[in-house]
């Protein structure tokens, strides 16, 4: 008799019965996702990067498919963190979920109002701090495209969470070294990594002859840039491998969140792939627990990082 | 539990029928029990390209039709076009061959409480919803007039067997091959007022749903219209199929028309703010 596969994990000090997450941005705050999959039977929700205020977004159209995925062009559209703590979360808590709340800023200064928020709530797992989103409007307030910015708005939040709960920086591949914006955010205090937000892209419209977005520039999801993902996590796992990192790009299936664990995951997100199969978590899992089993891995946390050993 | 999608479930369903219709496919899919809880107005959002496709989203479509039969037990019926990559493989397939569908979506057409005078505009295929609509509006007794337009005949999905509740239709083509030369509002603010209209009910492109709204409005006739907005999710997680849209006190959100929608107040559209900047909300 087989003992079953032990799927937990951690990031930083927080503990989940799974490592699939829903990915900021692709579940909303889950309450739609309820429907097709036991957001109590994975990791955590990620929810969707939340501001200060209420916020509209870009103007339509956000979206465009690319071969094997898509481009978002969303302008973090919102309800603002106060409804957003007064609404979603104790729903997300109710339904037993873990809930890891991803924030965004426009200012280093919004990053510690909201981590100020969120201090006084409880039950939130993690927090993710994302500082790469590229849908805003001046490139320069991606603040993860340089170690200065980065480490800046990760400290801020560090003081005002203190230790409590784990902070997740989320960081952009677009850069020219992903380590040394690792390096400089963990020094700045954050407990771990999410790699990687979108890819910067653009199409341009055959009948306009225009940029088709809205936005003109999106974020480039999907197995298109699963590679990206894969090589970002090895890089930084390869340079830090303490550092629990939460891996999302183009995972669409059990092996897809295998290559990322075996890179040096500690955790997945699922997000492109929840639009075109409402139910993809809950597959991907099943699947990666066949996988593990058929390697000869008794739990998860042995396969993390498998990748670099000699 | 949560409210919304609440009554969609994600099946794999067996293409039943598949054939060419003017410029349109007409495609019945056996979806088992969830045919039950479609209502005119909701929509289906089906995995296209099969196991190794590129084509990472899935495609909404309205529900034309709904039916259960010992045969074939639940079975909706779609009209396509096959205008992009994702439509032509789905028109591509053959009869028996399993697609993965996700149903019912989105918000239905309001029906009234009480007997109405309604009239149905269909804008090309967008004419497909409304014939299922036609069906229950005339069971609830209200009187159904039609009004199709579209740039040429063969974009006028007219079937006969969907013309038995409609007391009357009159079809508009701008190239006057079918019908009279001309666009679905062209006599509209006389046939409201002839027939004593108390309720439109709209589905098909933007642009003629924002000129329906216009007469509707002076009119003072309620307006519901079934909106087309590019979606990635169809289940409200993506934020991709946004409209702004005017609440009670006028203030402008962006509402996803997958689960707010697709049939909205066309009165509280803001038509003229589609694709502008959100800066002047």
């Known amino acids: 008799m087989s003992t079953p596969l032990d799927l937990s994990t951690t990031l930083g000090n927080a503990w989940f019965p799974s490592p699939l997450f829903t990915a900021s941005g692709c579940a909303s705050s889950g309450k739609e996702l309820a429907q097709f999959i036991s957001l109590k039977d994975i990791g955590a929700v990620v929810t969707k990067s ?22 978002n062009s969303i302008g ?148 298109a840039i699963r590679p990206i993902s894969v090589r970002a996590i090895y890089q930084v796992h390869e340079a830090l491998p303490k550092l629990p990192i939460l891996g999302m790009g183009g995972v669409s299936s059990g092996r897809d969140a295998l290559e990322l664990i075996l890179a040096g995951a500690s955790g997945i997100s699922v997000g492109t792939a929840s639009f075109g199969n409402p139910s993809a978590i809950a597959s991907i899992q099943k699947e990666l627990v066949t996988l593990l089993a058929q390697r000869g891995f008794t739990s998860f946390q042995q396969a993390v990082g498998y990748a670099h050993r000699s | 539990m949560s409210t919304i999608n609440k009554a969609a479930t994600q099946v794999d369903a067996t293409i039943i029928a598949n054939k060419r219709i003017g410029a349109y496919h007409q495609i019945i899919l056996s979806v088992g029990e969830a045919v039950r809880h479609c209502r005119p107005g909701n929509f289906i959002a089906i995995q296209v390209g099969g196991d190794s496709s590129r084509m990472v989203l899935r495609r909404a479509f309205a529900i034309s039709r709904t039916s259960e039969t010992a045969q074939f037990g639940g079975t909706v019926e779609l009209i396509v076009a096959p205008h992009g990559s994702g439509s032509r493989w789905l028109c591509a397939q053959s009869e028996g061959v399993e697609v993965n569908v996700v149903t019912p979506l989105g918000k239905a057409f309001g029906i009234p409480v009480e007997p109405a005078n309604a009239l149905l505009i269909g804008g090309g295929y967008g004419s497909a919803p409304l014939f299922g609509l036609a069906d229950v509006l005339k069971s609830r007794g209200c009187k159904v007039d039609m009004i199709l337009g579209a740039s040429n005949g063969s974009k006028i999905y007219a079937p006969m067997e969907g013309k038995r509740s409609v007391n009357s239709l009159k079809i508009f083509t701008e190239d006057g091959s079918m019908g009279e030369s001309g666009r679905v509002t062209s006599q509209l603010s006389q046939i409201v007022a002839e027939r004593d209209i108390e309720i439109i009910y709209s589905c098909g492109p933007m642009a003629m749903l924002k000129a329906i709204t216009e007469i509707a409005d002076q009119l003072g006739v309620m307006h519901q219209a079934s909106v087309e907005e590019s979606m990635a999710c169809g289940i409200g997680i993506c934020m991709t199929c946004v409209l702004p849209v005017k609440d009670e006190d006028g203030a402008i959100s962006m509402l996803r028309s997958c689960i707010d929608g697709p049939v909205m107040d066309g009165s509280k559209v803001c038509w003229d703010l589609v694709g502008k900047s959100t800066e002047s909300f």
């Open chain 1, 76 to 223: 973090l559209q919102g309800p603002g963190i106060d409804a957003f703590l007064a609404n979603d979360v104790p729903w997300l808590l109710a339904q037993g979920s873990r809930v890891i709340v991803s924030i965004a800023g426009e200012t280093v200064d919004e990053y510690s109002v909201l981590a100020r928020k969120l201090r006084a709530v409880s039950g939130i797992s993690a927090i993710e701090v994302n500082i790469s989103c590229p849908n805003v409007e001046s490139r320069g307030q991606v603040f993860a495209t340089d170690c200065d910015t980065a480490s800046r708005v990760i400290d801020g939040v560090r003081k005002v969470i203190g230790g409590e709960i784990p902070i997740l920086a989320k960081l952009t591949p677009d850069v020219t070294n992903i380590v040394d914006i690792a390096k400089s955010v963990v020094d700045a205090g954050a407990d771990g990594v999410a790699l990687i937000n979108t890819v910067l892209g653009m199409v341009i419209n055959l009948d306009t002859m225009k940029p088709h977005l809205g936005g003109k520039t999106g974020g480039l999801s999907g197995p």
């Open chain 1, 50 to 71: 939340v501001m200060n205020k209420p916020r509209h977004g870009r103007p339509t159209p956000r979206m465009a498919e690319t071969p094997s995925g898509m481009l």
